[in-house]
């Protein structure tokens, strides 16, 4: 089994910033590409950022320039560094990480999720 631990999230002002980590532990043989996830209320799940293991980023174009997705992959870490929040990117975010548990079976888990708010 994989445990998905997120911290960080909390309430903020708009203009301001907050980071998020999520750390992976448990029967871990590799893992591939890690991210990040939002859900705002009454919305869907939508992809904030992805990274691969080799270090490769891509972003939603609504948090391009503001948000900055990395990972220690000798933790099994990734981290989501937000600045310049605002209102609309308040949501519980989700933690995201594509697991080979062993070199033939991979499979999806996510973190409990973390809850962000930018007051305006």
């Known amino acids: 089994q994989v445990q998905l631990v997120e911290s960080g999230g909390g309430l903020v002002q708009a203009g301001g910033s907050l980071r998020l980590s999520c750390a992976a532990s448990?029967?871990?043989?590799?893992?591939?590409?890690m991210g990040w996830y939002r859900q705002g209320p009454g919305e869907q799940r939508e992809l904030v950022a992805v990274?691969?293991?080799?270090?490769?980023?891509n972003y939603a174009d609504s948090v391009k320039g503001r948000f900055t997705i990395s990972r220690d992959n000798a933790k099994n870490t990734v981290y989501l560094q937000m600045n310049s929040l605002k209102p609309e990117d308040t949501a519980v975010y989700y933690c995201?990480?594509?697991?080979?548990?062993?070199?033939?079976?991979?499979?999806?888990?996510w973190g409990q999720g973390t809850q962000v708010t930018v007051s305006s």
């Open positions: 990274i691969t293991s080799g270090g490769s980023p």
């Open positions: 995201n990480a594509r697991v080979k548990t062993t070199p033939l079976f991979t499979r999806d888990y």
């Open positions: 448990g029967r871990i043989f590799s893992i591939n590409d």
